[in-house]
Protein backbone atom coordinates (compact mmCIF):
# COMPACT_ATOMS: atom_id res chain seq x y z
CA UNK A 1 0.00 0.00 0.00
CA UNK A 2 1.25 3.46 -1.20
CA UNK A 3 1.90 6.24 1.73
CA UNK A 4 -1.18 8.12 3.18
CA UNK A 5 0.30 10.98 3.39
CA UNK A 6 -1.33 14.53 4.60
CA UNK A 7 0.94 17.53 5.30
CA UNK A 8 0.79 20.08 7.86
CA UNK A 9 2.24 22.94 7.88
CA UNK A 10 0.21 24.97 10.69
CA UNK A 11 -0.72 28.03 8.79
CA UNK A 12 -1.86 30.62 11.43
CA UNK A 13 -3.90 33.46 10.61
CA UNK A 14 -1.76 36.83 11.83
CA UNK A 15 -5.30 39.43 12.98
CA UNK A 16 -5.10 42.75 14.64
CA UNK A 17 -7.11 45.02 15.96
CA UNK A 18 -9.80 47.43 14.25
CA UNK A 19 -10.11 44.78 11.22
CA UNK A 20 -12.29 41.69 11.30
CA UNK A 21 -10.11 39.98 8.25
CA UNK A 22 -6.70 38.32 8.38
CA UNK A 23 -3.58 40.57 7.82
CA UNK A 24 -1.47 37.78 6.86
CA UNK A 25 -0.98 33.90 6.70
CA UNK A 26 2.45 32.29 8.56
CA UNK A 27 3.33 28.58 8.23
CA UNK A 28 4.62 26.76 11.33
CA UNK A 29 6.69 24.28 11.87
CA UNK A 30 5.56 20.85 9.62
CA UNK A 31 4.07 18.04 11.19
CA UNK A 32 4.42 14.65 9.13
CA UNK A 33 3.20 12.05 11.46
CA UNK A 34 0.87 9.27 10.91
CA UNK A 35 2.05 8.24 7.69
CA UNK A 36 1.34 4.34 7.12
CA UNK A 37 2.33 1.58 5.01
CA UNK A 38 1.19 -1.89 4.44
CA UNK A 39 3.27 -4.84 2.87
CA UNK A 40 3.12 -8.59 2.76
CA UNK A 41 5.87 -9.95 5.13
CA UNK A 42 7.94 -11.95 3.16
CA UNK A 43 10.78 -12.22 5.49
CA UNK A 44 12.07 -13.14 9.28
CA UNK A 45 11.53 -10.29 11.44
CA UNK A 46 15.76 -10.76 12.72
CA UNK A 47 19.27 -12.56 11.41
CA UNK A 48 20.79 -15.19 13.12
CA UNK A 49 22.12 -12.62 15.62
CA UNK A 50 18.86 -11.07 16.56
CA UNK A 51 19.59 -8.07 14.49
CA UNK A 52 16.58 -6.04 12.18
CA UNK A 53 16.04 -7.47 8.64
CA UNK A 54 12.05 -6.58 8.54
CA UNK A 55 11.27 -3.09 8.32
CA UNK A 56 8.69 -3.43 11.49
CA UNK A 57 11.46 -4.82 13.14
CA UNK A 58 13.15 -1.22 14.08
CA UNK A 59 10.24 0.15 15.35
CA UNK A 60 10.34 -3.01 18.25
CA UNK A 61 13.90 -2.85 19.32
CA UNK A 62 15.60 -0.14 21.14
CA UNK A 63 18.88 -0.02 21.50
CA UNK A 64 21.69 0.03 24.91
CA UNK A 65 20.42 3.70 25.32
CA UNK A 66 16.80 2.95 24.92
CA UNK A 67 16.67 4.50 21.88
CA UNK A 68 15.06 2.68 18.48
CA UNK A 69 18.10 0.69 16.73
CA UNK A 70 17.22 2.94 12.69
CA UNK A 71 15.83 5.38 11.33
CA UNK A 72 13.89 5.06 7.78
CA UNK A 73 14.48 7.34 4.26
CA UNK A 74 11.61 6.77 2.16
CA UNK A 75 11.39 7.05 -1.67
CA UNK A 76 8.24 6.82 -3.84
CA UNK A 77 8.85 7.35 -6.88
CA UNK A 78 5.68 7.91 -9.41
CA UNK A 79 6.01 7.31 -13.26
CA UNK A 80 4.47 8.99 -16.23
CA UNK A 81 5.43 8.61 -19.33
CA UNK A 82 3.83 11.64 -21.35
CA UNK A 83 3.97 15.35 -20.96
CA UNK A 84 6.79 17.43 -18.84
CA UNK A 85 8.67 19.99 -20.38
CA UNK A 86 10.93 18.36 -22.39
CA UNK A 87 8.60 16.07 -23.63
CA UNK A 88 10.17 12.96 -22.34
CA UNK A 89 7.47 12.63 -19.40
CA UNK A 90 7.92 13.26 -15.67
CA UNK A 91 8.54 11.69 -12.62
CA UNK A 92 7.28 12.23 -8.93
CA UNK A 93 9.24 11.42 -5.81
CA UNK A 94 7.54 11.00 -2.48
CA UNK A 95 11.17 11.60 -0.17
CA UNK A 96 10.98 11.00 3.54
CA UNK A 97 14.32 11.77 6.26
CA UNK A 98 14.44 10.74 9.53
CA UNK A 99 10.93 8.44 10.03
CA UNK A 100 11.08 6.87 13.15
CA UNK A 101 8.55 3.31 13.03
CA UNK A 102 5.94 5.01 15.33
CA UNK A 103 3.69 1.90 15.82
CA UNK A 104 3.26 -1.08 14.09
CA UNK A 105 0.72 -3.90 13.88
CA UNK A 106 0.83 -7.68 12.77
CA UNK A 107 -2.48 -9.28 12.37
CA UNK A 108 -3.15 -13.25 12.91
CA UNK A 109 -6.01 -14.09 10.53
CA UNK A 110 -6.42 -17.72 10.09
CA UNK A 111 -9.12 -17.11 7.61
CA UNK A 112 -7.50 -15.89 4.75
CA UNK A 113 -5.58 -17.42 1.75
CA UNK A 114 -3.45 -14.29 1.54
CA UNK A 115 0.13 -13.26 3.33
CA UNK A 116 0.44 -11.59 6.68
CA UNK A 117 0.04 -7.92 6.28
CA UNK A 118 2.33 -5.66 8.45
CA UNK A 119 1.43 -2.05 8.98
CA UNK A 120 3.64 0.55 9.63
CA UNK A 121 2.90 4.19 11.01
CA UNK A 122 6.02 6.14 10.60
CA UNK A 123 6.38 10.07 11.95
CA UNK A 124 9.29 11.56 9.80
CA UNK A 125 11.25 15.05 10.65
CA UNK A 126 11.13 15.36 6.56
CA UNK A 127 8.98 14.97 4.15
CA UNK A 128 8.50 16.74 0.74
CA UNK A 129 7.25 15.93 -3.01
CA UNK A 130 9.52 16.37 -5.98
CA UNK A 131 8.66 16.94 -9.74
CA UNK A 132 11.33 15.71 -12.05
CA UNK A 133 10.59 16.17 -15.85
CA UNK A 134 12.76 14.07 -17.65
CA UNK A 135 14.85 14.99 -21.00
CA UNK A 136 13.53 13.70 -23.79
CA UNK A 137 17.15 12.22 -24.80
CA UNK A 138 20.34 11.66 -23.38
CA UNK A 139 21.55 15.25 -22.92
CA UNK A 140 23.71 17.80 -20.47
CA UNK A 141 22.23 19.37 -17.12
CA UNK A 142 22.83 22.95 -16.59
CA UNK A 143 22.31 23.67 -12.75
CA UNK A 144 22.01 26.89 -10.92
CA UNK A 145 20.77 28.75 -7.82
CA UNK A 146 18.03 31.41 -7.27
CA UNK A 147 20.59 33.36 -4.96
CA UNK A 148 24.59 34.42 -5.58
CA UNK A 149 25.49 33.07 -1.72
CA UNK A 150 24.26 29.34 -2.84
CA UNK A 151 28.63 28.55 -3.85
CA UNK A 152 29.48 25.79 -1.21
CA UNK A 153 26.77 23.56 -1.62
CA UNK A 154 27.33 20.15 -3.55
CA UNK A 155 24.28 18.55 -6.07
CA UNK A 156 24.74 15.18 -6.79
CA UNK A 157 22.75 13.57 -9.75
CA UNK A 158 22.09 9.99 -11.26
CA UNK A 159 19.93 8.85 -13.75
CA UNK A 160 18.54 5.20 -13.28
CA UNK A 161 20.03 2.79 -11.02
CA UNK A 162 23.08 5.12 -10.85
CA UNK A 163 24.64 4.27 -14.27
CA UNK A 164 25.50 8.09 -15.05
CA UNK A 165 26.55 10.19 -12.01
CA UNK A 166 27.98 13.18 -11.66
CA UNK A 167 28.73 16.26 -8.51
CA UNK A 168 28.33 19.26 -9.29
CA UNK A 169 29.34 22.41 -6.74
CA UNK A 170 26.81 25.20 -6.80
CA UNK A 171 28.37 28.66 -8.25
CA UNK A 172 25.55 30.69 -7.11
CA UNK A 173 23.38 32.25 -10.14
CA UNK A 174 26.02 31.08 -12.51
CA UNK A 175 24.84 28.21 -14.26
CA UNK A 176 27.35 24.92 -14.01
CA UNK A 177 27.22 22.40 -16.88
CA UNK A 178 27.96 18.64 -16.38
CA UNK A 179 30.50 16.68 -18.18
CA UNK A 180 28.54 13.79 -18.88
CA UNK A 181 24.92 13.77 -20.34
CA UNK A 182 21.95 11.76 -18.60
CA UNK A 183 19.36 9.55 -20.44
CA UNK A 184 17.06 10.60 -17.40
CA UNK A 185 17.22 11.83 -13.70
CA UNK A 186 16.43 9.53 -11.27
CA UNK A 187 18.46 11.66 -8.16
CA UNK A 188 19.03 14.65 -7.52
CA UNK A 189 20.61 14.91 -3.88
CA UNK A 190 21.94 17.93 -2.01
CA UNK A 191 25.12 17.81 0.28
CA UNK A 192 23.37 20.81 2.32
CA UNK A 193 20.50 23.51 2.47
CA UNK A 194 20.37 26.42 0.15
CA UNK A 195 19.25 29.95 0.56
CA UNK A 196 17.80 30.13 -2.93
CA UNK A 197 15.89 27.80 -5.25
CA UNK A 198 18.64 24.88 -7.08
CA UNK A 199 17.05 24.42 -10.92
CA UNK A 200 18.35 21.86 -12.85
CA UNK A 201 17.47 22.28 -16.84
CA UNK A 202 18.31 20.38 -20.24
CA UNK A 203 20.87 21.57 -22.67
CA UNK A 204 17.65 23.44 -24.80
CA UNK A 205 16.89 25.25 -21.41
CA UNK A 206 14.08 23.38 -20.27
CA UNK A 207 13.42 23.71 -16.63
CA UNK A 208 13.41 20.09 -15.29
CA UNK A 209 13.55 19.94 -11.45
CA UNK A 210 13.49 22.53 -8.67
CA UNK A 211 14.79 22.21 -5.28
CA UNK A 212 13.53 24.89 -2.95
CA UNK A 213 15.81 26.80 -0.81
CA UNK A 214 15.32 28.48 2.70
CA UNK A 215 13.91 31.56 0.55
CA UNK A 216 10.67 29.55 -0.13
CA UNK A 217 9.38 29.14 3.34
CA UNK A 218 8.53 31.21 5.89
CA UNK A 219 10.47 28.91 8.83
CA UNK A 220 13.96 29.14 6.91
CA UNK A 221 14.78 25.60 6.32
CA UNK A 222 14.90 24.26 2.45
CA UNK A 223 14.52 21.06 0.98
CA UNK A 224 17.31 18.37 0.50
CA UNK A 225 16.37 16.58 -2.73
CA UNK A 226 16.38 12.86 -3.96
CA UNK A 227 18.53 10.83 -1.92
CA UNK A 228 21.57 9.39 -4.36
CA UNK A 229 22.04 5.72 -4.28
CA UNK A 230 25.86 5.94 -4.44
CA UNK A 231 27.59 3.09 -4.44
CA UNK A 232 24.53 1.35 -3.35
CA UNK A 233 21.90 -0.41 -5.66
CA UNK A 234 17.76 0.16 -5.30
CA UNK A 235 16.29 -3.28 -3.27
CA UNK A 236 15.39 -6.29 -5.45
CA UNK A 237 12.66 -8.84 -4.77
CA UNK A 238 13.30 -10.38 -1.42
CA UNK A 239 13.13 -13.70 -2.95
CA UNK A 240 12.32 -15.96 -0.46
CA UNK A 241 8.49 -17.29 0.89
CA UNK A 242 5.67 -15.01 1.85
CA UNK A 243 4.77 -15.82 5.31
CA UNK A 244 0.97 -17.11 5.66
CA UNK A 245 -0.61 -17.10 9.39
CA UNK A 246 -2.61 -20.35 8.35
CA UNK A 247 0.65 -22.68 9.05
CA UNK A 248 2.14 -20.68 12.31
CA UNK A 249 0.90 -21.20 15.89
CA UNK A 250 0.31 -18.68 18.91
CA UNK A 251 0.16 -20.48 21.92
CA UNK A 252 0.52 -19.19 25.87
CA UNK A 253 4.16 -20.71 27.29
CA UNK A 254 2.87 -19.32 30.92
CA UNK A 255 -0.96 -19.42 31.63
CA UNK A 256 -3.52 -20.14 29.76
CA UNK A 257 -5.76 -18.67 26.46
CA UNK A 258 -9.02 -19.98 27.13
CA UNK A 259 -8.75 -22.90 29.04
CA UNK A 260 -9.18 -26.60 27.81
CA UNK A 261 -9.92 -27.40 24.04
CA UNK A 262 -9.87 -23.48 23.76
CA UNK A 263 -8.58 -22.44 19.96
CA UNK A 264 -7.37 -18.81 19.03
CA UNK A 265 -9.91 -17.76 16.02
CA UNK A 266 -7.89 -14.63 15.29
CA UNK A 267 -5.51 -12.46 16.77
CA UNK A 268 -3.19 -9.31 16.57
CA UNK A 269 -0.27 -7.84 18.00
CA UNK A 270 0.69 -4.45 17.80
CA UNK A 271 3.49 -1.65 19.41
CA UNK A 272 3.60 1.50 19.92
CA UNK A 273 6.55 3.67 20.75
CA UNK A 274 4.31 6.54 21.69
CA UNK A 275 6.48 9.09 19.92
CA UNK A 276 6.52 13.03 20.89
CA UNK A 277 8.18 16.13 19.13
CA UNK A 278 9.64 19.02 20.14
CA UNK A 279 9.56 22.51 17.71
CA UNK A 280 13.64 23.89 17.57
CA UNK A 281 12.54 27.12 16.45
CA UNK A 282 12.46 26.30 12.48
CA UNK A 283 10.96 24.64 9.76
CA UNK A 284 11.40 21.14 11.21
CA UNK A 285 10.62 19.02 14.40
CA UNK A 286 13.00 16.74 16.61
CA UNK A 287 11.33 13.63 17.18
CA UNK A 288 12.43 11.07 20.11
CA UNK A 289 10.63 7.71 21.73
CA UNK A 290 8.93 7.17 24.82
CA UNK A 291 7.53 4.17 26.51
CA UNK A 292 6.61 1.38 24.40
CA UNK A 293 3.59 -0.35 24.19
CA UNK A 294 3.36 -4.40 23.37
CA UNK A 295 -0.55 -5.62 22.90
CA UNK A 296 -2.12 -8.59 21.32
CA UNK A 297 -5.40 -8.94 20.68
CA UNK A 298 -7.29 -11.90 20.50
CA UNK A 299 -10.74 -13.83 20.02
CA UNK A 300 -10.98 -16.78 21.24
CA UNK A 301 -13.38 -19.99 21.27
CA UNK A 302 -13.94 -22.93 23.45
CA UNK A 303 -16.00 -24.38 25.41
CA UNK A 304 -15.43 -22.70 29.06
CA UNK A 305 -13.34 -19.89 27.07
CA UNK A 306 -15.52 -16.80 28.56
CA UNK A 307 -15.43 -18.34 32.04
CA UNK A 308 -11.71 -18.90 31.97
CA UNK A 309 -10.80 -15.20 30.57
CA UNK A 310 -12.64 -13.55 32.89
CA UNK A 311 -11.35 -15.26 35.91
CA UNK A 312 -8.07 -14.58 34.61
CA UNK A 313 -8.64 -10.67 34.27
CA UNK A 314 -10.22 -10.46 37.67
CA UNK A 315 -7.59 -12.38 39.41
CA UNK A 316 -5.02 -10.81 37.04
CA UNK A 317 -3.24 -13.93 35.96
CA UNK A 318 0.06 -13.31 34.54
CA UNK A 319 1.00 -15.19 30.85
CA UNK A 320 3.16 -15.22 28.40
CA UNK A 321 2.35 -15.67 24.44
CA UNK A 322 4.75 -17.59 22.17
CA UNK A 323 4.04 -16.73 17.99
CA UNK A 324 5.65 -19.74 16.05
CA UNK A 325 5.99 -18.78 12.11
CA UNK A 326 7.76 -20.39 9.71
CA UNK A 327 11.10 -18.63 10.03
CA UNK A 328 11.12 -16.81 13.14
CA UNK A 329 9.63 -16.84 16.60
CA UNK A 330 7.97 -13.80 19.01
CA UNK A 331 7.81 -14.33 22.65
CA UNK A 332 6.31 -11.83 24.50
CA UNK A 333 6.53 -11.87 28.61
CA UNK A 334 5.08 -10.86 31.63
CA UNK A 335 1.69 -10.12 29.88
CA UNK A 336 -1.71 -9.65 31.80
CA UNK A 337 -4.72 -8.77 30.61
CA UNK A 338 -5.76 -5.78 30.27
CA UNK A 339 -9.72 -6.61 29.32
CA UNK A 340 -11.23 -9.69 29.54
CA UNK A 341 -13.83 -8.84 26.25
CA UNK A 342 -17.47 -9.44 26.56
CA UNK A 343 -18.72 -12.79 27.59
CA UNK A 344 -22.17 -12.36 24.82
CA UNK A 345 -24.35 -15.48 23.80
CA UNK A 346 -26.61 -14.60 21.21
CA UNK A 347 -29.68 -17.43 19.30
CA UNK A 348 -28.29 -16.96 15.84
CA UNK A 349 -24.47 -18.11 17.07
CA UNK A 350 -23.26 -21.58 16.42
CA UNK A 351 -20.29 -20.71 18.49
CA UNK A 352 -19.71 -18.31 21.56
CA UNK A 353 -16.33 -16.39 21.11
CA UNK A 354 -14.67 -13.58 23.85
CA UNK A 355 -12.09 -11.06 22.55
CA UNK A 356 -9.25 -10.79 25.48
CA UNK A 357 -6.87 -8.28 25.19
CA UNK A 358 -3.41 -8.40 26.85
CA UNK A 359 0.08 -6.25 27.51
CA UNK A 360 3.24 -7.30 27.87
CA UNK A 361 6.20 -6.34 29.75
CA UNK A 362 9.29 -7.49 27.28
CA UNK A 363 9.50 -9.10 23.33
CA UNK A 364 12.10 -11.40 22.44
CA UNK A 365 12.63 -11.63 18.68
CA UNK A 366 14.60 -14.89 17.26
CA UNK A 367 15.27 -16.62 13.72
CA UNK A 368 14.62 -20.20 13.23
Not at 99 to 112: K, Q, R, Y
Not at 221 to 226: K, P, Q, S, T, V
Not at 312 to 320: F, R, S
Request: aromatic letters at 8%; a negative charge.
Amino acid sequence: MYPGWEPEANIEAQRGVGTYRPEDFFAGPEDHSGITIAYHLQRALVDGDGDPVDAITDGIQRDADNRLKNTHTFVGREEHNAGGAAGGGKRIFYVGHGGLVASGEIPFATDTALPIENSLTYDFKRFMVYVVDQPSGSTTLDVESTDPSDTSQTLTIEDEGATTTEDVTLNGTTTETTTESFPGIDALSLDAETTGDVIVKDGSGNELARIAGSDSYDQGEGDLGIPALGGGSHAGSVGTPFEHFIDDSIEATTGSLGGTNARIVSSSFSFDNNVDADTVGGRFRSLYENEQTLSLDAEVFGPESNAREIEAYLQNKGIDVKWTADSFTVDLTGGTRTSSGEANKEANQGRATISPQFEFADITLASV
